[in-house]
Every structure is written in C-alpha cells, then in structure tokens.
C-alpha cells in the first residue's frame, strides 16, 4: 500500500549532516567524542547551513560493531554521556534551527541485551529466531537453551524475530508475522520511537530497514510493517520523520518512509546508481560491487545516465509521497575525498548534490575534504575483509590545523583512530579564514539552494546534456553546468536557454556571483573548463 502522506513540511529544505559521534568531537579529552562535544560545535552546522543532523548509534552497547550492536535502547552509551546530556543536545541543536535524528537498529540487537541473555535461557521466548538443528548461518546457543540463533550481520547481532512471509514444515522456526514474538517486537519499535521522540528527537534513521520479516518476496510483509508504524506515527508524532536504509526509494515511500537513501552497496539496481557518481574504485571495494569508471573522475571516462536513470525512475514513483536522499558518503563507505580525487575536484561534486532535486545529506568532514585513510587497524568491528576497511572513513573531524583536541590528547590505547598524518590536511580553523576553500563553497552552495528553492528538493529537472558537462535546468528558472574531469567541454545551448543574454550567473542576496567557476556562455554555446561549475538564472 503507497502512502500519500509526505510528511512534514520540514523535510521539503533538509540538508542533513551525518556525524559518527566518535570521532566528530570530545569534550572531555578521553579520546572518544560525546555528546558535549557536538554541542559545542553546533555553530559550525548552523554556520554551513545545516538544518537536520543524524547520529549514528548512541546507545548502550559493547561496540563491537561500532554502536551496531544495541544492549539498551532507552539509554545512551555511556562513553558519549547520559540521557540529560542527549537531552541538552537536541534543545540546543532545536534552538539553533537543527533537528536530530536518532539511528534506530531494528532489526537486531547485540548479543549482549537482556532480551537476548533472556532468551538464551528459554526455550519459550521467541523475541529472536531459533533453529533445533544445525543450519547454515546460524550461530550455537551461548546459554542453556538449546539450538541455534539466526544472526543478522555479525554473529554478536542475533535478529529479532518479525517472523517469516513464507512458512515451511521442515523449518519450524519460521514463525508468521503475527505470532507472538513478532507482536512483541513491533511492539517494542513503537516503545522506543516514543520515548525519544517524546525527549525531542525529530525522527529516524533506520539501519538495515529493509531486513526485517525473513524471506519475504518483494518484501511485502516488510512494507506493510512498516506502514503500520507509519499509521501510528501520523496519530502521535506528525511532525517526525522516517528516513530508511533501504537503498530503492520507491520501496521504502511506499512502504511508508519519508526518505530513503541512495545507497553505494548492493547490486545494480540498488547500489550501482550511486557508486556510478563517486566510486573511483579505491577505498571501501569488493570485489562483486566493480562497475566501470566513476563520473566524478579526473580522466571523464564515466557517464552520468546510469545514475539519472535511476534517479528518475525513482522520482517518478516517489513524486508527492516522499524523498530521496543523495550522500556524498557514510560510516560504511568511502569519502568523497579518496584515492586520486581530492583538491578542486570536490567543488563540482557539491555543486551537483545541492543543485540537484534530491535531499543532500554531507557526511561530517567532507565539507573540508577530509580524506579516507587507508590501512587503518580494526576498531570496533570497521574491517570487513583484505578489501572492506570502514576505519579509513571514521577517523577524528580534523577541527584544527594540529592535533585534534582530546582525540590526540589522549592515551594511545583510548584513542580511537589515527589523526591524518599528512601535515597538509584540511581542517575547519584554516579553511573558515580561506573565503576559497572547499567549506566556503559548501556554504555558498547551500545558500544558494535556500535563496532558491527551485534549485530545491521539489524543484522539476531537465537534462540538457548528459556528458561532460552535465548541464540540466531546474524549475525552468536555473540553468546548472557541472564538468568533473580535468579536460574542458563545450555545450551548444538551444532554445531560449541559447538566447543571447538568456542566462546571467546566480546571486545571493546581491552578493558577487561566486558560484561560477570556469564557466561561461559565449555566443549560445556553454563552455566548462576542467574541474568547474556554474550555476546560472534564466531569462
């Protein structure tokens, strides 16, 4: 069943900023941020321009999979503060204009929850999903239950049991969507959802929302689970919101999110649109996830249809229920900045996520282009394998030339990663005193698209030329040209767009048009040198 509730006004403006609260800020200077930490830095999102942020998994927890692995929902870790402290952060964040969203993992706990721990003991709980024999994937009791539990990432992940679409004799352990303990965890989503939004928060993003109900062909019982909890949360909570890691928009809108991510994992239909942008084949790589080269590359050997494809296909069947969501990176996946991208590579790539009709959400630090590190040790579960390291996209927010405050200042064996070792590297102090760094132009970028909301969320599209540039209208009012590899292009403009005196550069306020970088219109024909973008208004 499709929802035809977008949700909340807010949402049309978001720009969301993810933070891995780890290693965005310490306040206390034992090597591993905290809450107090973000809020001391809140002028700095307010400054860029941000207006929504998500926190990666706060709650209690071993972390053995970075705070994935959740033995309390109703309290916050410990290491980042207590629940006044989450409190203060999301009133401050409020009165600055920043909504908070909260990452939810419904689909597992650790091993570790008293849920669990329960269960382990009896054979008559079924909160998670138990097997009487050996099967593939399952992992052996560690209490006196016997039997085997189902895990949903890691071993230490037992799923929690939604039940199974499709039943089957010789698995008595695939219990219907309503039988007991599936009602008891649906039930227990509601619970945790109200007592935070209850506390302020502003919503959800939701780990691994697609996972839920076991072998559930086109996830069907998935959906309408969750369009239950969309029913409910339109009765009590109206102005919250639901984001999904879902990686196909339509799927997730229909199933009654507001927004869902596009996503770098996958395969072609659900991870290859956006690893067609910026997957420049170093960092976060398997094998199975290779695809041709990247557009936002140096060498312009990409297209960027593989992408617009999809997009547009997911727009048409999200249109007026709910959002898609363009990051420029997560915790679980390359930067921006990585392998041979950097420097003034990055502007068109910012140009492209604020100018075009998708929320943008910047993954903390790729606003100064901080770099991901590859070769970094296993922390709290971030390598996956000889070609699957997290770590190298979850290093300290490089706030100071320097060190690091707190994250450097502590001892070696608390510190959580390593700072980047490069004397070179970006930071905010250097680059907020640099009126042409990367950080200035994100901030102008996302004015820009506040002063114009046509170059919004909502806005119409038209591709006027799918290469190098890129070169697309919105609302009919702008026209935007963004060229990612080094080698100048060309553009013959036709229609009114080629009109003499048609187009003129964009202005903020009656500010200096700052958005044009090597771009320019001379005789109908448009002409981008290497590494520009320019954003211009028609008529």
């Known amino acids: 069943m499709t929802s035809t509730r977008p949700g909340p006004d807010w949402l049309a403006d978001a720009v969301l900023y993810q933070i891995y609260p780890q290693t965005f800020a310490d306040s206390d200077g034992d090597g591993i941020g905290d809450f107090a930490g973000i809020a001391e830095h809140l002028d700095h999102l307010c400054w860029l321009g941000v207006n929504t942020v998500w926190l990666t998994p706060c709650f209690a927890s071993p972390f053995r999979d970075a705070g994935y692995d959740v033995t309390d929902y109703l309290t916050p870790a410990p290491r980042y503060g207590r629940t006044e402290d989450l409190v203060a952060l999301v009133e401050a964040a409020r009165r600055k204009g920043i909504r908070i969203l909260l990452d939810l993992v419904a689909g597992h706990t ?92 502003a919503g959800f993003r939701v780990d691994m929302a697609y996972s839920l109900v076991k072998d559930d062909p086109g996830r069907v019982e998935t959906a309408k689970l969750w369009t239950e909890l969309r029913d409910w949360l339109d009765r009590t909570h109206p102005e919250a919101a639901l984001f999904a890691e879902w990686g196909e928009p339509a799927a997730a809108v229909a199933a009654g999110f507001h927004a869902d991510f596009f996503l770098h994992f996958g395969g072609e239909d659900q991870g290859l649109p956006l690893r067609s942008l910026w997957n420049n084949g170093a960092g976060t790589v398997e094998e199975f996830w290779q695809q041709g080269p990247c557009y936002f590359e140096a060498e312009g050997r990409g297209t960027p249809r593989t992408f617009l494809d999809a997009w547009r296909c997911a727009a048409e069947l999200t249109e007026g229920n709910g959002h898609i969501v363009l990051p420029t990176a997560n915790h679980d996946f390359s930067r921006l900045a990585t392998g041979p991208r950097s420097g003034e590579q990055l502007a068109p790539a910012f140009a492209f996520l604020f100018t075009w009709p998708t929320l943008p959400a910047v993954y903390y630090g ?10 970094l040790p296993d922390v709290e579960g971030s390598v996956l394998g000889p070609r699957y390291n997290r770590a190298g996209s979850r ?16 001892p070696p064996e608390r510190l959580y990663l390593p700072l980047d070792p490069d004397p070179r590297r970006p930071d905010v102090l250097s680059q907020r005193a640099d009126p042409t760094s990367l950080l200035h132009t994100v901030r102008r970028l996302i004015a820009l698209r506040r002063a114009h909301p046509g170059l919004g969320a909502s806005g119409g599209v038209e591709v006027r030329h799918a290469g190098y540039p890129l070169v697309y209208t919105r609302s009919g009012r702008y026209l935007v040209a963004v060229n990612p590899r080094r080698e100048p292009g060309a553009v013959r403009l036709t229609g009114e767009v080629g009109a003499v005196g048609a187009v003129r550069p964009l202005e903020v306020d009656g500010a200096r048009p700052l958005e044009v970088r090597g771009v320019r219109i001379v005789d109908g024909e448009l002409r981008a040198d290497g590494f520009s973008y320019g954003v211009f208004e028609l008529g």
Not at 180 to 200: K, T, V
Not at 366 to 375: C, F, N, V
């Open 366 to 375: 790729d606003e100064i282009g901080m770099r991901y590190l590859p070769g």
């Open 110 to 201: 650790s091993d570790r929850h008293p849920w669990f721990l329960a269960a382990a003991e009896d054979p008559a709980d079924h909160r998670y999903i138990w097997s009487d024999r050996q099967v593939d994937g399952f992992v052996a009791s560690p209490g006196s239950r016997p039997g085997w539990y189902r895990p949903n990432f890691f071993d230490c992940q037992p799923a929690l049991n939604f039940g199974y679409a499709r039943g089957s004799s010789e698995e008595p352990w695939r219990q219907p969507v309503d039988a007991e303990g599936p009602r008891a965890n649906r039930a227990a989503l509601r619970g945790i959802m109200a007592h935070w939004l209850g506390l302020g928060v």
């Open 395 to 410: 290093t300290p927010m490089q706030w100071t030339p320097g060190p690091s405050a707190g994250f450097s200042a502590a």
